[in-house]
Structure formats: C-alpha cells, structure tokens
C-alpha cells in the first residue's frame, strides 16, 4: 500500500513571494502518478499540476512547479508570486498506473497542507 | 459542460437512516470514485470504478454501498447512518488517458 505525508499542517506567505509545500511518499510501485490539488474555501478540488514518474524534468504550470527527487520519494510544490488567491488547503496524492498509463482509478491522499497568503 | 456533479450539497441525517448521495458526470469517463475528507486526514477512499459494472473497496468501504449501471451515475448508499460517517463526501471520476481526476463539489453530511 502507498502512504503520502505531508509534514506541514499550516504555512503562511507573504504576497509576491515563494513558498514551497513538502510531500513525501512511500511505495514499491515503479510506474505511478503524482498531482497536487488545491482547496480553496469553497470545498472544490481543483488540480494543480501532475507528474509522471518516468519523467525526470519537473513538471511547472505558470506560477506553479514541482520539485521532484525520486530516489529520495519526494515531491514538493513551489508557488511563485503568492497571491491571495492562492489561500487554500494543498493536497499532495500518488496513483499508481499499468502498462501504458492505464490507471487503476485509485489516488492516495496525504493530510493536506493550510496555505495562508497574508496582503 | 456540467463536469461532476453531486447532490445533495448538504444532508442532515439521524442514525438509522438510510441516504443515497448521486453523483454523475457527463464526460464520458470511464473511472469514478467516492472519497471522505475528514480533518486532519485527507480524502480516503471508499469506493471506486473503472467502468460500468465494475465497483471495487477503497480503504474505508464499511457502512456504504455502490453500483455503476452506466457510465455516467455513481450514487453512493449509506445502508444505516452513524455518526462517524459525518464527514464531506466527494465524489471524482477520469478518463482512461486523463490522469487528472474532476471532482464534485461535495457533499457535508452531518449524523445526529
């Protein structure tokens, strides 16, 4: 079975500014995904960037990338430029795939991070 | 484009009873799931499927039952309400070449 943890409860950050989320997971599966999701107040869980384990480059989406150290099972968040929006809980999850990238449909979540971005 | 959609957003239900929370999506996907989100624990899942009339257990499966008749409903059934299901329920669901799951916008559920 996969475990992810996520070590910092609550994290705050001033606007403009760069705040990285930890994320460590453990398993003995070679082929898998990993995604961070973000929870903003309004309860919806909205993705915010995915990376596939065989990819060695750090997956990024504009203000968002990843700092990915396989050998070490660790997968951290870098926001760039804080902004208010920003403000949410930040969830770390594994799924693991088959032959292809076929997906077994399961994602395992670590216990999430409270992010505050502070005007 | 609807996406995912759960109802209800909110439920109040005393122990003993019985509820069904519905969840559809209109995109074709062949996996849909049903996670929990309890503080200070993340989202676990309870049920899952990787296409119509195939339904597996996640890790937290006691108390709920599902079926898929068609690709594009997942209800999930609370056979007899406790308070240890209160909990926001959410349901999510992907294409077999998606590996980014949508989700619902849940529902609370409260057991009193």
């Known amino acids: 079975a996969q475990t992810v943890t996520q070590s910092q409860p609550e994290m705050s950050v001033q606007e403009a500014e760069t705040v990285t989320l930890s994320c460590t997971y453990d398993t003995s599966e070679s082929n898998y995904y990993l995604f961070w999701y973000k929870q903003p107040p309004s309860r919806q869980m909205i993705l915010v960037i995915r990376?596939?384990?065989?990819?060695?480059q750090n997956a990024t989406e504009n203000r968002f990338s990843v700092n990915f150290q396989k050998a070490a099972k660790s997968f951290s968040l870098k926001i760039s430029d804080s902004q208010l929006g920003d403000t949410a809980m930040y969830f770390c999850a594994f799924m693991k795939h088959g032959p292809g990238g076929t997906s077994y449909g399961k994602l395992t979540f670590g216990q999430g991070t409270i992010l505050t971005v502070h005007p | 484009n609807a996406g995912v959609t759960q109802t209800p957003k909110f439920q109040v239900l005393k122990t003993g009873q019985s509820m069904t929370l519905q969840c559809a999506q209109d995109m074709n996907h062949e996996y849909m799931s049903w996670y929990r989100q309890d503080p200070g624990m993340g989202l676990r899942l309870i049920h899952y499927s990787v296409g119509a009339g195939i339904t597996d257990q996640g890790e937290v499966p006691n108390g709920y039952n599902v079926s898929r008749s068609t690709t594009e409903d997942f209800p999930l059934r609370l056979l007899s309400a406790a308070p240890s299901q209160t909990s926001v329920y959410f349901c999510a669901s992907s294409g077999r070449g998606n590996y980014g799951y949508t989700f619902g916008s849940g529902t609370r559920l409260t057991v009193v």
């Open positions: 990376q596939e384990a065989y990819k060695q």
